[in-house]
């Protein structure tokens, strides 16, 4: 086993990171092509309340996954948080895809 993948910590990271509600996240706000907000992400994978893909949002985006910017809601006055995935994010799903095609 690679060294890197005996740290707890590494395999804690590689657990949250590859959680399937969040990697459905990511591939959400990828097929979008666009940054979402919280709402409209937690509409499109059928999750019961924001708050909970709130919760996914914010560790995505403190490992850099994902990042945010406040912006006005189209069509409405009010602002929110948009979401975006980062590079890394992205280079992540690959990563993910190609294990998934070589299992």
Do not use: C, D, W
Request: hydrophobic share 40%; net charge positive.
């Amino acid at each position: 086993m690679s060294t890197l993948l005996q740290s707890p910590e590494m395999l804690k990271r590689i657990s949250f990171v590859t959680h399937p509600k969040r990697i459905q996240i990511l591939k959400e706000i990828e097929n979008a092509g666009r940054a979402m907000y919280i709402a409209e992400i937690a509409k499109a994978i059928n999750e019961e309340t924001p708050r909970n893909t709130s919760f996914h949002l914010i560790g995505l985006s403190k490992l850099g996954i994902v990042e945010s910017k406040l912006q006005e809601i189209p069509n409405t006055e009010r602002a929110a948080k948009f979401y975006n995935i980062t590079e890394k994010g992205k280079e992540l799903l690959k990563n993910i895809g190609e294990i998934q095609i070589n299992i």
